[in-house]
């Protein structure tokens, strides 16, 4: 399913923590679950953890994942830190910048 139109609809998203499963989570306001498995990952989810907007857990523990969903669910604080995080990013014209950039550099 394509992330982008998923992320919106859910009340929680569960990843690895994949730089695009956390931006994509993260343009969409959605709090997330991360599992990470590489350094990459769990940087990712680090940052976004620092934030508010996630909670790690790692794979070993994932037989504690129930309780903490049901804890992560009921805490407006992740929904909040996750929709402060989509307003900086709504505020950020990405493409604009990029194509400044490319032109810039031609």
């Not at 599992?35 to 620092?50: D, G, S, W």
Request: glycine share 6%; net charge positive.
């Amino acid at each position: 399913l394509p992330s982008h139109l998923v992320m919106p609809q859910v009340d929680l998203a569960i990843t690895t923590a994949g730089q695009g499963s956390v931006q994509t989570a993260m343009a969409a306001g959605t709090p997330l679950l991360a599992v990470p498995l590489q350094p990459e990952q769990a940087l990712n989810a680090a940052l976004v953890e620092r934030l508010g907007a996630a909670r790690r857990l790692t794979p070993a523990a994932t037989t504690t994942a129930a309780a903490l969903l049901r804890k992560m669910l009921d805490d407006d604080g992740l929904r909040l830190a996750a929709l402060r995080i989509k307003a900086r990013y709504d505020k950020a014209d990405g493409a604009g910048a990029a194509a400044e950039r490319i032109i810039a550099a031609v």
